[in-house]
């Protein structure tokens, strides 16, 4: 995908959500409530509209291609997010200390860490390391599940 | 001010806090010398741990953070020519050339040395200029105080991104994020959709993790370093890490230079680490009786950049903690710190809250030492953390941005608020969107709003009132001047180009 196209689809995405914004801002019951948001949505549709044209125009003659580095691996990125957010939302299911000890192994294991002693030590030393340094020595909460 | 100094002094010799200083050091020094990471990425990551401590502690700690990860920047740049951060690139221009001739060991102690002693300059600016500065500021009312938030977005903006216009649309972006929730004036809901959570707005602690942290960690995923063999880099740095006195000789003018550049660049809100060490280095190569011989091993090269950045470190707290206006992005994160104690820059940092600041600009001296120590002992040790791969680093920040994120409020949807956020950095950064402003917003926004409303209201009759108040005055002409500059510099350096063909 071009600099160009991503920069387009964000624009579009944040005029988007300027219009609902905007059209959301006749619901308030003060007026009063409006006047900040209204103009923040205004600059942010103007601008955004502005950047769509400017990128048109400016790359009319030329394509800038988004650099392919080698050692970027997209399809990695894109499933280590999605893990993350599988692992955000088990927390509150098993527990913190569970579910970060099932994603930091799931994760290193699928972005190459195969040694498996080696994934098991840091996976498991790390917990231990969080539980002591939050738990034990700071006191932080810490979302409960079925387990800690 | 001098009540406050010995206030000061006495609160951060506990051992509760000199330890927390100490870890702050080591933590920041190891992120700095990661490449990818950074300050920002430092101080954010740690910001919600210190929500549990008392306020001085975890200022000290998020400051030793800060300078930690200026000085870390200068071990990866020396040794493996990868700056650990943009403040360091500057660094790596002398400093690798120095490795490669075997003299790793004596460029890593200048620059531990120099970034001792430009941030201890720094530091003690800081302490002697930001007192008075800050019982100027008690001539601020509404108009003015409305007046400073949006030039502190301004800056940011002007300063962040490569194109004004994408500057201009973060800010703006962040500024509607920053209404969400209750209407400060009115008590209105805004853009809450009957969801509860929503009802306090967006939590800033989760956007400051998500945007800066967790969307770095996704940047990192995948990029396969090519990792240095441990062992060259051990053959690399020989000899002592001490500099020799014949050392210092020659680069104690450059120092001393470099210190003040680093510093005035600092409280110049706008200009940052980065901009401190080009121009620190610049200076330093002016002034040299061998300016043949930067670029190719020159320990005044190091010294400039590295005096120049961690003297930018005390400079840049000076327009926050005294104005509420960051000097640069970290320092912008590190307002977020300040924040989440119930600290409000200006005034009252001085006089209500004045053990806490005095507590903190003493620190920055303590820091700047613990760096030194480390420095010289463990400099080596630091180097191997820095080939530390993608794959084990990307999940440690994501867990602990979590639990940081998650333990302000308890709440388990701040941990998906940070998640979104995360989205939103890591696809701003791809589109080399600025993410600070949104930051700034988020914390400004509603400071602007509110002393918007109080204008208006106190002036309702006669707006045009505050026009003929100076300091109002001054800050328009500056909000306007930090965001035109960039569109003068960029259209001067087309017009070089121009000149040239």
């Known amino acids: 995908m071009t600099k160009k196209a991503y920069e387009i689809v964000f624009s579009i995405f944040l005029i988007i959500i300027g219009i609902f914004a905007y059209i959301e801002t006749y619901s308030f019951r003060f007026i009063q409530s409006s006047i900040f948001p209204r103009i923040s949505l205004i600059l942010l549709f103007l601008l955004s509209l502005t950047l769509i044209l400017e990128t048109i125009a400016i790359s009319k003659n030329k394509t800038k291609y988004v650099k392919k580095d080698r050692n970027i691996n997209n399809a990695k990125k894109t499933l280590s997010i999605f893990i993350t957010l599988a692992y955000i939302s088990i927390i509150s299911f098993l527990g913190f200390y569970t579910a970060t000890f099932l994603y930091v192994t799931s994760l290193m294991f699928y972005l190459g860490v195969k040694n498996i002693k080696k994934l098991f030590f840091i996976s498991i030393m790390f917990v231990l390391f969080a539980y002591i340094v939050f738990k034990i020595i700071l006191g932080l909460p810490t979302p409960y599940g079925i387990f800690i | ?501």
């Open chain 2, 1 to 501: 001010m001098f009540i406050g100094i010995i206030d000061g002094i006495i609160n951060v010799f506990n051992i509760y806090t000199i330890f927390f200083i100490l870890i702050g050091t080591i933590i920041g020094i190891i992120i700095g010398a990661i490449p990818g990471l950074g300050s920002c990425v430092g101080i954010a990551l740690l910001l919600p741990v210190t929500f549990f401590m008392d306020p001085a502690t975890g200022l000290c700690m998020l400051g030793a953070i800060y300078g930690g990860t200026v000085y870390g920047g200068s071990i990866s740049a020396i040794l493996l020519c990868t700056p650990g951060t943009s403040a360091s690139v500057a660094t790596s221009w002398d400093g690798y050339p120095m490795t490669e001739k075997g003299l790793g060991g004596e460029a890593l102690g200048i620059a531990t040395f120099s970034s001792y002693l430009g941030g201890t300059f720094g530091s003690l600016c800081l302490l002697l200029i930001a007192p008075p500065l800050a019982a100027f500021a008690i001539k601020f009312g509404p108009p003015e105080r409305f007046m400073l938030a949006i030039f502190g977005l301004s800056v940011i903006i002007s300063v962040s991104s490569k194109s004004l216009l994408k500057g201009l649309i973060a800010g703006s972006f962040g500024l509607f994020l920053s209404s969400i929730g209750l209407d400060p004036i009115t008590g209105n809901l805004r853009f809450t959709f009957n969801i509860l959570y929503l009802y306090e707005g967006i939590p800033l602690v989760p956007a400051l993790v998500g945007l800066f942290s967790v969307s770095q960690a996704f940047d990192i995923i995948g990029q396969e370093k090519k990792q240095t063999a441990l062992g060259n880099i051990q053959k690399k740095i020989k000899g002592s890490v001490i500099p020799t006195l014949e050392d210092f000789k020659k680069i104690k003018n450059t120092i001393i230079h470099s210190s003040v550049i680093g510093t005035i660049i600092g409280i110049i809100p706008g200009a940052g680490t980065s901009i401190g060490a080009f121009v620190g280095y610049s200076e330093a190569k002016r002034i040299s009786k061998n300016p043949e011989d930067f670029g190719k091993g020159s320990i005044e090269g190091v010294a400039g950049a590295e005096a120049a950045n961690n003297a930018v470190v005390g400079g840049s707290l000076v327009p926050l903690l005294t104005l509420g206006i960051p000097g640069n992005a970290a320092s912008a994160v590190f307002l977020g710190g300040l924040l989440i104690h119930g600290l409000i820059p200006g005034p009252d940092l001085f006089t209500k809250h004045a053990t806490i600041t005095y507590t903190l600009m003493i620190s920055l001296l303590v820091a700047n030492f613990a760096m030194l120590i480390f420095g010289i002992v463990w400099a080596k040790t630091f180097a191997k953390v820095a080939n530390v791969t993608s794959n084990i680093l990307a999940p440690l920040i994501i867990v602990f941005s979590s639990i940081g994120s998650y333990s302000i409020r308890g709440n388990i949807f701040d941990i998906f608020i940070m998640f979104i956020f995360s989205l939103l950095g890591y696809f701003m950064k791809k589109t080399d969107f600025p993410r600070a402003p949104i930051l700034l917003a988020l914390i400004l926004g509603p400071i602007a709003e509110r002393e918007l409303i109080r204008t208006i209201v106190i002036f309702g009759g006669n707006i045009f009132g505050i026009f003929i108040r100076p300091i109002f005055v001054v800050l328009i002409l500056l909000t306007i001047l930090s965001l035109t500059y960039p569109l003068f510099i960029q259209k001067s350096k087309i017009g070089n180009i121009k000149q040239k063909h």
